[in-house]
């Protein structure tokens, strides 16, 4: 069973040049979250939630809460300074690093 962890993260999007999005992202974003290999398909659900009014575009970064949905057996993945890749399907869109753990 998976259980929800919230974090403070800095994330950045691709690029469209680098083969990211073409659009931004605002209000609750759920991409895949992979913490592991850049092949391997076990990945996390997360929910980076944008405050309203706020959107951040391909190429910029930001700081947000996210709240994961990771297995009891992953859960020491996360920590301090862990990067992981930001997912949509097979497809890299982003990356995000891990500032801290809340919950």
Do not use: C
């Not at 850049?38 to 709240?67: T, Y």
């Not at 993945?77 to 992981?84: L, S, T, V």
């Amino acid at each position: 069973m998976n259980e929800s962890v919230i974090i403070r993260a800095s994330i950045r999007l691709l690029s469209t040049i680098e083969g990211g999005r073409r659009h931004a992202i605002s209000g609750s974003y759920r991409p895949n979250h992979n913490f592991f290999e850049s092949l391997d398909l076990e990945m996390a659900m997360g929910s980076i939630d944008v405050p309203n009014g706020k959107e951040l575009r391909p190429g910029e970064s930001a700081e947000f809460l996210i709240e994961l949905f990771i297995g009891p057996q992953h859960q020491a993945e996360i920590y301090p300074g862990r990067k992981w890749r930001i997912q949509e399907g097979a497809t890299l869109v982003g990356w995000g690093t891990v500032e801290e753990v809340l919950s």
